[in-house]
């Protein structure tokens, strides 16, 4: 603010010397040299209006009346030469001073908005102690306003117009619009965070969360790969566990949103604030799975009897499905407990299952088993919107749907709906 002040005052000097040097220092005149100059101005016209009547017979005694006209302009010479300026006294200069400095003032002070302009300054001043109570760092932990919210963000805004190279200062303006729910702000702020600094695991999370957030198609999947990539860098990130936990309830998947609360409670230990708010999540998540089971059981108790009513399946409900053959290879060891996953996938592979089933392991090999709709992961994206596709099949021993080191699993051909295929287990994670 004190270089604005300065500046604004040079101004207005500049004002003042424009008005007040003309005045003081007036243009300095000469009456006797205008004069003569007028003189000579009319003796010069009169001798060209005596040439014409000269010439035109008017005029007799021309040489007389020139002499006139010469004595006349010799006797208009004044004998003093003094010459006159107009100047003006310093006293005379103040009211006009005063009036300057007053309207440049106080024209600024009613539109000019100072107040904000002051605010401005002192926002981008306390940048870095708001950056700090935003992350938490500060000993006393106070909360942020509403107004330092708006202070961070101004200031956030000003650096990053004249740095925008520095992506912690895009991350914090992306953490700042989620918390104000602007998540249009937020994922354009980390996704240039992101393009900055792609490898940081802070921003990587953040711009995660922006995406899932946004609700973009396509945006869920990139937001579930930034996450992994934190889980397999740092598989003790409590945050990053937290995310797939939210997005895999989002989606339906119970167990998966139950193992990863589970995991989540074993890092941070059960004196940990946190732990009754994910023991809720977690029975939350075990209701709804429960709830499902018992539909889903009620479904296939109806299938059974429809089953040995009809037990042939019409041509149309058999285009609609999949069945696949599984077995396993000599050199598969089996778990003492465990589940048969097998899951449906698009052709291009994609780890997100179109629709899965789960059986017990002690079902015996090799096994038979049809896929419909029913077994869809999302109503929105039922198996037989699928032209062509793919089935997994793995052994899984410990009861998380997560893969791990170590289990088995088998991969089929592409096949088309309505189709059959075969899945060998033979392969190991």
Excluded: C
């Amino acid at each position: 603010m004190t270089l604005f002040w300065i500046i604004t005052a040079v101004l207005v000097l500049i004002a003042i010397a424009f008005f007040a040097v003309p005045m003081l220092y007036g243009k300095e005149y000469d009456d006797v040299a205008s004069r003569d100059e007028l003189n000579k101005a009319f003796f010069k016209d009169r001798i060209h209006e005596l040439e014409h009547e000269s010439e035109e017979g008017l005029v007799e005694n021309r040489q007389e009346l020139v002499s006139e006209l010469q004595q006349s302009l010799l006797d208009d010479i004044p004998e003093s030469k003094e010459k006159k300026s107009a100047h003006v006294s310093a006293g005379m200069l103040l009211p006009g001073i005063i009036l300057i400095v007053g309207v440049s003032y106080g024209m600024y002070a009613s539109v000019g908005g100072i107040h904000k302009v002051e605010a401005w300054h002192d926002a981008v001043n306390r940048l870095p102690q708001l950056s700090q109570r935003l992350l938490g760092d500060n000993a006393a932990n106070e909360p942020l306003s509403d107004q330092d919210m708006s202070d961070l963000t101004l200031a956030l805004r000003t650096k990053l117009h004249d740095d925008g190279d520095d992506p912690m200062g895009w991350l914090l303006l992306g953490r700042i619009a989620m918390a104000n729910r602007d998540g249009e702000t937020a994922e354009m702020a980390m996704k240039k965070a992101y393009d900055l600094n792609p490898v940081d695991e802070d921003i990587q999370l953040g711009y995660a969360q922006s995406l899932m957030l946004s609700g973009k198609p396509g945006a869920s999947d990139m937001a579930r790969n930034l996450l992994r990539n934190v889980i397999k860098k740092d598989h003790t990130n409590v945050q990053a566990l937290s995310l797939l936990a939210f997005d895999a309830f989002e989606q339906n998947k119970f167990e998966q949103a139950i193992a990863y609360w589970t995991m989540m409670k074993k890092l941070i230990g059960p004196d940990d604030s946190r732990a009754p708010m994910l023991d809720r999540s977690i029975e939350r998540a075990q209701a709804r799975l429960n709830a499902d089971d018992k539909a889903k059981a009620l479904v296939n108790g109806s299938a059974a009897v429809a089953a040995e009513a009809a037990p042939k399946v019409s041509t149309e409900q058999a285009k609609q499905q999949i069945v696949a053959t599984i077995s396993l290879a000599p050199n598969v060891v089996m778990p003492k407990q465990g589940d048969i996953i097998v899951s449906v996938h698009s052709a291009d592979g994609a780890p997100m299952p179109i629709a899965a089933v789960k059986l017990p392991l002690t079902t015996s090999f090799p096994l038979t088993i049809t896929l419909t709709d029913k077994d869809s992961m999302m109503p929105q994206r039922k198996l037989s919107s699928l032209s062509e596709m793919i089935v997994r099949a793995r052994i899984d021993s410990d009861g998380n749907v997560m893969t791990k080191q170590g289990d088995w699993y088998g991969e089929s051909q592409k096949v088309m709906l309505g189709g059959d295929t075969k899945v060998l287990i033979n392969k190991q994670y």
